[in-house]
């Protein structure tokens, strides 16, 4: 199933034939446009579209915009489709994906004709997260500000903006917005609240220095420190190579009787295996237990991931068995724990295929961490397998998708075939790696008088 095909055939065949005839592929997306030839034909039964389906859609052409706004405004023409405030916001998410956003302010001025699709604060966070992600800080303030045209400016949206800037590593210009602008907001805003995101907003950056001085610039203006505050302080502890000290600090919350939670306690558990060992660590998931707070997900995750890292697949397979007796249903982020430390492409697709059967869709960080994974082994085929099972989902590839496919090939010597996906890639407006294998170069600017 997964033997390796020779780089001798493999180049005779791409010459021939595209990649999904080496798979015998005759796959195709689930769901396509319609050219504009067909527009205009009657259709005897016309097709019916639920808020699911174009919601899939659309996600499926999340890498490919043109295509998604053709298809958004066919079902509008052709079938009398109301788009909703969330089709809306998912097309202008994906517009705002490729810096389109002159076309996603018409949009959003389209969004007021119709009662059932008026822009709301998710639509502004949209719009924050893909200014802030092109640096384009300026503009995501002045949406900020417009936002009031559509009654949307109030402090939920201003903590929507903060945490945005916190997220896209631009603390900086969130603390300036929060200690040296805030008198002209108009209402008040939770200081603990405001302080978190920015604590976590270093923490997202690894300024770890910025961190401690955070933390104790909290103290000095007063600010009132709430459980969440010390699960993010913890978390740094722990990802800053202390973890240590999270336990400590761990015992500090409970000689002051501060009551922890679930999540807190999925930091101690992590911080408790790296200091103390992964057994230590399972003692705590036990302890937590015992007080009557009932494992999330997240906590199980956490324990399969220490067992995995430490080669106790067997007992992380034994933990996933104890999560399905006790009615939790596993999530990627599940799954990714054991692809990560697998180490046979087959037990790997085994995995992959029975992750599909029990419902779960694969993300495209799942097809990127795969392909990438049996790139590295120097296993072809089941990259092509796993890019075949995509397009059969109808899944848009990404750029990151893109790249570890045109790896492989070009790992394999199969020129051709790489560089008809780089081409490819390139007029989806997505960003290929420069490789001299194809040709591709970094353009360097020509000495001055050359």
């Known amino acids: ?22 798979l015998s592929s ?20 016309p097709p019916s579209f639920d808020l699911e389906t174009v919601r899939a859609t659309l996600s499926s052409y999340s890498n490919d915009w043109k295509r998604a706004l053709e298809f958004f405004n066919w079902i509008e023409a052709e079938f009398q489709y109301k788009h909703t405030t969330e089709t809306f916001n ?13 076309i996603s302010w018409d949009l959003i001025r389209r969004m007021r004709s119709d009662p059932l699709s008026m822009p709301n604060h998710t639509t502004f966070r949209i719009m924050f997260k893909r200014y802030i992600t092109a640096h384009l800080v300026n503009d995501a303030i002045t949406a900020f500000n417009a936002s009031e045209e559509f009654n949307l400016k109030d402090e939920t949206l201003f903590c929507i903006l903060v945490d945005a800037l916190c997220e896209y590593k631009h603390v900086i210009e969130a603390q300036d917005l929060c ?31 910025k961190c401690r001085e955070f933390w104790e610039e ?7 420190k709430s459980l969440h505050s010390y699960s993010i302080y913890m ?12 336990v400590k600090l761990y015992k500090e919350m409970k000689r002051k009787g501060m009551k922890l939670d679930v999540v807190a306690y999925n930091i101690v558990i992590r911080a408790a295996s790296l200091s103390e060992g992964v057994d230590f660590g399972i003692r705590v998931f036990h302890e937590m237990r015992e007080l009557g707070f009932e494992p999330s997900v997240a906590s199980y995750n956490t324990i399969m991931k220490l067992l995995c890292e430490n080669g106790r697949i067997v007992e992380a397979y034994s933990v996933f068995d104890q999560m399905l007796k006790k009615g939790y249903e596993p999530n990627m982020v599940t799954y990714h724990c054991f692809f990560a430390c697998l180490e046979k492409p087959r037990e790997i697709l085994v995995l992959f295929d029975r992750m599909m059967e029990y419902g779960f869709r694969p993300t495209m960080d799942t097809y990127v961490m795969l392909m ?10 089941p990259v092509l397998m796993v890019w075949k099972k995509m397009e059969e989902l109808g899944d848009s590839p990404n750029e990151f998708a893109y790249n570890a496919l045109i790896d492989a090939l070009i790992d394999k010597g199969m020129l051709d075939v790489a560089r008809k996906y780089d081409e490819e890639m390139l007029a989806k407006g ?14 360097q600017a020509e000495p001055a008088g050359g």
Do not use: H
């Not at 990438?372 to 085929?381: A, E, I, M, P």
């Not at 790696?433 to 591709?440: A, C, H």
């Open 26 to 45: 005759t796959s195709r997306l689930l769901c396509t446009v319609p050219n504009s030839r067909l527009y205009s034909q009657p259709q005897s039964n």
């Open 179 to 209: 200690f040296g602008k805030r008198g002209k907001l108009g209402f008040n805003v939770d200081d603990t609240k405001i302080c978190n995101m920015i604590l976590r907003g270093w923490f997202k950056m690894g300024w770890w220095g």
């Open 235 to 246: 978390d740094i502890m722990c990802k800053s190579g202390k973890p240590w000290k999270a």
């Open 1 to 22: 199933m997964i033997s390796s095909v020779s780089t001798k055939c493999l180049n005779s065949i791409s010459r021939l034939c595209p990649i999904q005839f080496l």
């Open 218 to 224: 909290m103290d000095k203006r007063g600010v009132k």
């Open 372 to 381: 990438r994974k049996f790139g590295r082994w120097g296993f072809l085929r």
């Open 430 to 443: 997505l960003s290929p790696k420069p490789r001299e294998e194809l040709g591709m170069k970094l353009v």
């Open 90 to 102: 998912r097309m202008i998410d994906i517009l705002g994906k490729f810096f389109e956003f002159d």
